[in-house]
């Protein structure tokens, strides 16, 4: 892939390479792995559309049984958030008694995975903990732990391996990030 492209009406340049996000996701699942492997078949639930690859790469590296599900949830349009959550597509199913992971590609302001995490607590799971490929610490403006970080990273705009500008740049292997 080359080292700048351009998507809609801006360019991008390498940040990450597929390798050390590779890296990441492996150390993430080992921490899972051993955090997970005695409770009995955990529910990873993906936020589309975002996750979906890390979802697919972080499940090959899980050594117990698990479920996957998936929901959607909307709050960025172009570059930024928009401060509101919009569920687009939910969770079907009893999670009653389920330890639940959830699986996200970004944590920046922490609107929407307190949105997810609010809605999915009604529900009586026995746990709930987050999986994040990305992390921002200086965007973030909750107080609940994010458990597992995959990786931190400033607050720079990013596409690729499932983040995208306005639907653009998510089947890129590596993480570009905007230079202009």
């Keep these: 892939m080359e080292n700048v492209i351009k998507l809609h009406d801006k360019k991008f340049r390498i940040m990450i390479p597929a390798k050390e996000i ?16 005695d409770k009995e078949t955990p529910l990873f639930v993906g936020v589309l559309n975002g996750s979906f690859m890390f979802m697919s790469d972080l499940i090959k590296k899980i050594e117990f049984n698990a479920e996957l599900s998936f929901v959607k949830l909307a709050s960025y349009e172009g570059t930024t958030s928009t401060g509101e959550v919009k569920s687009l597509i939910g969770l079907n199913g009893s999670i009653e008694g389920r330890h639940v992971i959830i699986v996200e590609d970004i944590v920046d302001t922490g609107e929407s995975i307190e949105h997810m995490i609010a809605d999915l607590e009604q529900r009586n799971p026995a746990s709930i903990t987050v999986c994040t490929l990305f992390f921002k610490p200086n965007s973030y403006r909750k107080s609940r732990p994010i458990q597992y970080r995959a990786m931190e990273i400033g607050n720079e705009f990013i596409v690729g391996y499932g983040l995208d500008y306005d639907q653009l740049g998510r089947g890129l292997k590596d993480i570009y990030v905007v230079t202009e």
């Design 22 to 37: 590779d890296d990441a996701v492996t150390a993430v699942a080992q921490r899972i792995n051993a955090d997970y492997k």
